[in-house]
């Protein structure tokens, strides 16, 4: 709760501070400077990142929010992560960004200066609200939270001009030059901008813009990701190690879930999207993050999971294993399929290509082989034309997507430079087609219902084709049956 008498926010249960206490805490601190070396990762990027925004808007005022703190529980928030334009534009990318703004400033007809506008450090100086926060506040207490940078720090991590988030209400109501709001991201900021929130469509530019200026990565960029791809390799191991253990737990999946999250938090800033540890049919629904099944060991496993880097950056990758190390007849004809989608995919990925094509070659693949097993009682060829698609009550959704910050990144360009636009060198992106057969699909014969199975991997456009980033785990059904093997003896 906030106390309406200091402005802090306090639980029900803390304890009065007496006047001796906030007069005693506010004496003998040794001074903390951080490092005055210290920079953000990548930081040197954001002269680039900001002329590409700054040419995309002459004279006008750009407004992008980091996001606010969201309740969890009583006087318990969410971890909270920035929103990745934010992040992406001041390289900033930790806990203590709640409530930060940047600002691109006009400087006349073309360019911006970027200012940042932040909560420095709670001042130690006892007796008024500001300066018992750093031991009082439980929401921005370093006490409580960690310690958040000043302004002279946060100018030396990123190179920028700062100033107090309390001064960028005067500038949002004083004088107004034309101005853009990431809208949807800050309600305070919203309401201080006249916008009517996530939908706005006088912003709606400047959120396409910001998704668009991401399609391309940078080679730094592409390492990060490559971290990124390379922890979740690692915690794809880990899962495979703990299946003895995971087949024995009541509820398995929750197990496997746990496995690999531990890997993703001691390696990086935690998960990209919340651990799918599907067994059996639980693998036909293609969002399952209940996790809360047992392990059948005559079963599938898919598990689809990835790292975040502590830069944010993404792993998306998803593999389909048999829980008892071998691929029984059934699930090795379902497997094969898709593997055969996946790689045609793959094979389709090339600087000029419409994004679509890969998809399109993956469900050609699918549909023809769902014709072959008979399932599909008409031409594949028929099933494929726009105005029918009835393959797809068998593998329903897309074969993949861009990623990066997000794990669905750069989700709000318009459609001509993303979904109908062609891949360019740069580009990262997963390819993940897919069979999702339902216990209860009456279509299908009895020993294929209730089989789901996904192959996802990340791939970067090069000048010459694509690269495989996720090479290290195996793909075929008989290189997972080894590599599971190899890891369980």
């Excluded at 999971?305 to 502590?310: L, Q, S």
Aim: charge should be negative; proline fraction near 8%.
């Amino acid at each position: 709760m906030t106390t309406p008498q200091t402005g802090l926010h306090t639980g029900s249960h803390d304890l009065p501070v007496s006047p001796a206490l906030d007069a005693f805490m506010a004496t003998r601190w040794a001074p903390t400077p951080l490092p005055a070396d210290r920079r953000a990762p990548g930081h040197d990027r954001l002269p680039g990142r900001h002329a590409r925004l700054s040419a995309a808007f002459p004279g006008e005022r750009l407004v992008v929010p980091a996001g606010r703190l969201k309740v969890r529980c009583n006087d318990l928030d969410h971890r909270f992560r920035p929103h990745s334009a934010y992040a992406w534009l001041t390289c900033l990318t930790g806990e203590d960004q709640a409530d930060h703004v940047l600002v691109l400033e006009p400087t006349g007809p073309a360019g911006h200066e970027p200012v940042l506008y932040l909560r420095p450090r709670s001042p130690r100086s006892g007796g008024h609200a500001a300066g018992s926060e750093f031991y009082r506040d439980r929401r921005y207490g370093e006490f409580w939270v960690g310690r958040r940078p000043d302004l002279a720090e946060a100018a030396a991590l990123t190179g920028l001009r700062t100033e107090h988030l309390d001064d960028l209400g005067k500038l949002l109501t004083g004088p107004q030059p034309p101005t853009r709001v990431l809208a949807g991201t800050d309600p305070l900021v919203d309401e201080a901008t006249g916008r009517p929130g996530p939908h706005a469509r006088a912003d709606g530019e400047l959120a396409a813009v910001l998704s668009e200026l991401r399609l391309v990565k940078d080679t730094w960029e592409v390492d990060q990701l490559q971290l990124a791809v390379d922890h979740t390799v690692t915690g794809f191991q880990d899962v495979v190690r703990a299946l003895p253990t995971a087949l024995h737990h009541p509820r398995g999946e929750r197990w496997i879930e746990g496995v690999f999250d531990l890997r993703a938090r001691a390696e990086g800033n935690g998960t990209s999207y919340t651990t799918i540890a599907a067994s059996g049919a639980h693998a036909c629904v293609l969002h399952w993050i209940r996790n809360d099944g047992a392990l059948d060991p005559d079963s599938l496993l898919l598990l689809d999971a990835g790292v975040e880097t502590d830069t944010l950056y993404a792993a998306d990758i998803t593999r389909t294993l048999p829980l008892s190390g071998t691929f029984n007849p059934v699930q090795r004809q379902a497997y094969d399929l898709v593997l055969a989608a996946q790689s045609a995919g793959i094979a389709a990925l090339r600087p000029g290509a419409r994004f679509r094509d890969f998809h399109r070659a993956a469900m050609r693949v699918i549909a023809e082989g769902l014709a072959d097993w008979g399932v599909l009682r008409i031409p594949a060829e028929q099933a494929l034309e726009d105005d029918n698609g009835l393959h797809r009550r068998y593998t329903l959704c897309g074969s993949g997507h861009m990623l990066g910050l997000d794990y669905h990144d750069c989700a709000r360009a318009r459609a001509d430079r993303y979904l109908d636009g062609v891949l360019e060198p740069g580009m990262v992106l997963t390819v993940e087609p897919g069979l999702y057969l339902q216990p209860d699909d009456e279509t299908l014969p009895v020993e294929l219902r209730g089989l789901g199975i996904r192959i996802e991997d990340d791939l970067v456009i090069t000048p010459d084709g694509a690269r495989l980033m996720s090479h290290a785990l195996p793909r075929t059904a008989p290189a997972i049956e080894s590599w599971m093997s190899d890891l369980l003896r």
